[in-house]
């Protein structure tokens, strides 16, 4: 998968002409490059070339309140890198813990690690507070960031109806989720709120978007 992020990255300018250019002001016209490099790769595939041999800290591990040993990210990566777990809901972590090697968090200031990657996969839809937690995330001063989100384009058909004639909106949803994202709205508060630099966005999952994020080398 690193040659993925190694690609040469077209500007802006470069990419296509959508029919919404000519449509709005293009000052409210975003454009942003989403790869389809992960299409059709299984999640845990995908997770596992990119964190293999590495040290990992994974946000969000034990998929409260549904946790289930046979079907946990954690577990399965738990294999194929250095990994830890951070996760407020610490009252699974005596379930997961005879299955782990490495350590498992539920308060940010016991985190104690030079990780290579954060992993940070379906959670911060559910964050309240994005800047906050986003600053807390960067405070863990690992050099790579994985973020995958419900991506509201990908889910547009099989998510949304409305029937006009009920006048009722229908939403297929977490009900602890407060917002879905974009590429823009993904790659906007990434931009906003961290250093890091955006180094890919891909279409991830089916559902999903993943943005892969860095931490500029000081010169």
């Not at 040469?8 to 709005?24: F, G, N, Q």
């Not at 998929?63 to 009252?91: M, N, V, Y």
């Not at 602890?176 to 931009?191: A, E």
Request: proline share 5%; aromatic share 12%; glycine share 6%.
């Amino acid at each position: 998968m690193s040659a993925v992020l190694a690609t040469e990255r077209k500007t802006m300018d470069d990419l296509p002409v959508s029919p919404l250019e000519y449509a709005h002001q293009k000052y409210f016209v975003q454009k942003v490059k989403v790869g389809e490099d992960f299409v059709g790769v299984p999640r845990l595939d995908a997770f596992v070339a990119l964190c293999a041999g590495k040290r990992v800290l994974h946000v969000g591990c034990v998929d409260w309140p549904i946790t289930d040993l046979k079907r946990s990210l954690h577990l399965q990566l738990d294999a194929h890198c250095t990994l830890d777990g951070f996760d407020i809901h610490g009252e699974a972590f005596e379930l997961m813990r005879p299955h782990l090697k490495g350590r498992l968090f539920s308060d940010w200031a016991d985190v104690a690690g030079d990780y290579d990657v954060v992993l940070v996969p379906e959670v911060m839809e559910h964050v309240p507070d994005v800047q906050g937690f986003l600053k807390q995330l960067d405070a863990l001063g690992a050099a790579q960031y994985l973020i995958t989100v419900p991506d509201a384009y990908s889910c547009f058909r099989r998510h949304f109806d409305y029937n006009s004639g009920a006048q009722t909106f229908v939403e297929v949803v977490h009900p602890d989720h407060n917002c879905w994202y974009t590429p823009f709205t993904l790659s906007n508060v990434i931009r906003k709120y961290t250093p890091w630099q955006v180094d890919g966005m891909f279409f991830f999952n089916g559902m999903s978007l993943l943005a892969v994020a860095s931490r500029p080398i000081a010169e």
